[in-house]
């Protein structure tokens, strides 16, 4: 069974440039997350989906930050411009959505702001 | 809000000896507590986990025990072997949510 598939693996941009990740959760999962891992740090809730609705996107810097996850099935997360600061691993996670169920990460894509 | 403290940042050992990580969590409605394991450059996998009526639970080598009332629970790995060196993150969880709050992560090095 397939995982958690994330791409791309690697972005380098320049400040001020967009970009997107693409994130597809393991088949039958309902529940989807994004996260940002800065260095040496635990991973950060950016958004939570239930299918294709937003539930819990306190995290998102709204500004620059957006995500989408139109079918209920694969999301996009995008951040225009992007920042320095913005430097970051960002994880895609999935579950089935039940309060029982672990979730389970993608490799991530890093991403380097310069 | 939510405060997840995992103690200690580092830990380095033997080869063979145990390593026992503290994460100490202020949210008095988690009920579901789970350790990741993320080696250099990869995800965060899942490693072991417990819920609030489970006092204990052991998997091999790998043990997690919880105490609800002082709000922690500790990862135990026996036996320790290089390929356990990893950073460990706890991630508690509360009660009808999908909210995982992570730790700060406890970087183990196992000496060979």
């Known amino acids: 069974e397939a995982g958690v598939v994330q791409s791309p693996r690697y972005k380098i941009i320049e400040k001020k440039q967009p970009v997107a990740f693409w994130c597809n959760p393991i088949?039958?999962?309902?529940?989807l997350y994004w996260y940002r891992q800065n260095l040496g740090q635990g991973p950060e809730l950016l958004i939570r989906y239930e299918n294709e609705e937003a539930v819990d996107d306190s995290q998102l810097p709204k500004d620059r930050f957006s995500a989408e996850r139109l079918k209920g099935v694969d999301s996009t997360l995008k951040i225009q411009p992007a920042e320095l600061g913005d430097s970051a691993v960002y994880l895609c996670a999935s579950s089935l959505g039940d309060s029982g169920n672990t979730i389970y990460f993608g490799e991530g894509s890093w991403l380097t702001v310069v | 809000g939510e405060n997840v403290e995992q103690h200690p940042s580092t830990l380095s050992v033997q080869e063979g000896d145990s390593a026992v990580i503290k994460c100490t969590y202020s949210?008095?409605?988690?009920?579901?507590f789970p350790w990741y394991k993320q080696e250099l450059g990869k995800r965060p996998q899942l490693i072991i986990d417990?819920?609030?009526?489970?006092g204990e639970k052991k998997d091999q080598r790998i043990a997690v025990t919880l105490n609800k009332t002082a709000k922690h629970f500790s990862l135990h790995i026996t036996e320790t072997q290089p390929e356990d060196s990893a950073v460990y993150f706890c991630?508690?969880?509360?009660?009808?949510?999908?909210?995982?709050?992570f730790g700060t992560g406890t970087r183990l090095k196992v000496l060979a």
């Open positions: 949210d008095s409605a988690s009920n579901y």
């Open positions: 991630a508690p969880r509360a009660s009808g949510t999908y909210k995982y709050i």
């Open positions: 088949s039958g999962h309902n529940t």
């Open positions: 417990i819920r609030s009526n489970v």
